[in-house]
T-cell receptor, first 116, second 115 residues
């Protein structure tokens, strides 16, 4: 079965510094993708970045990048030059397999607080 | 283009009451899903649909019904509300299944409290 683990319930970072949010996964699917979503205090889920398991390079989207280590089954999100608006919950997710391909399986999330 | 809309934003029910959470999307997406989010947990899939007339259960379907009579709408019905159904409910849609690079667009959520 698919499993996503986010071991950091909460983190602090100083404004303008970089921060890494951890995500490890387990999957039986040889071809998969990993998603990161941001949930600010207003509650909506915002798609940030996607990494395909066969992508040759780590995904980047502006200040967001993925440190994807396939052999270690980790897909850590790196946020560079943190801003106050980055304070939010961050969720890592992976699609299901077999009869569960129509859903995303989410981790428990990491609450990031950016301090001025 | 409004994306995914959900109504209501907030709702309080008494145990045993029934209600329908509305979800609509205007992006012509085939895939629609309902998730619930509880404290300390990620989102869990309740029901999903791969197109009009086709629905299936997710991992926590008990106590909920869905139907998909049109591509645009995917309502979630609580048959007899229980306190365990107190949660934030998200509707999501995508062009295809999330097992490929098909971004899921989420609605703003409905915060439901069952007393």
């Amino acid at each position: 079965a698919q499993k996503i683990t986010q071991t950091q319930p909460g983190m602090f970072v100083q404004e303008k510094e970089a921060v890494t949010l951890d995500c490890t996964y387990d999957t039986s699917d040889p071809s998969y993708g990993l998603f990161w979503y941001k949930q600010p205090s207003s509650g909506e889920m915002i798609f940030l970045i996607y990494q395909g398991s066969y992508d040759q390079q780590n995904a980047t989207e502006g200040r967001y990048s993925l440190n994807f280590q396939k052999a270690r089954k980790s897909a850590n999100l790196v946020i560079s030059a943190s801003q106050l608006g980055d304070s939010a919950m961050y969720f890592c997710a992976i699609p299901g397999v077999g009869g569960a391909t129509n859903k995303l399986i989410f981790g428990t999330g990491t609450l990031l607080a950016v301090q001025p | 283009n409004a994306g995914v809309t959900q109504t209501p934003k907030f709702q309080v029910l008494k145990t045993g009451q029934s209600m329908t959470l509305q979800c609509a999307q205007d992006m012509n997406h085939e895939y629609m899903s309902w998730y619930r989010q509880d404290p300390g947990m990620g989102l869990r899939l309740i029901h999903y649909s791969v197109g009009a007339g086709i629905t299936d259960q997710g991992e926590v379907p008990n106590g909920y019904n869905v139907s998909r009579s049109t591509t645009e709408d995917f309502p979630l019905r609580l048959l007899s509300a229980a306190p365990s159904q107190t949660s934030v409910y998200f509707c999501a849609s995508s062009i295809g299944p999330p097992n490929t690079y098909n971004e899921q667009f989420f609605g703003p959520g409905t915060r439901l409290t069952v007393l």
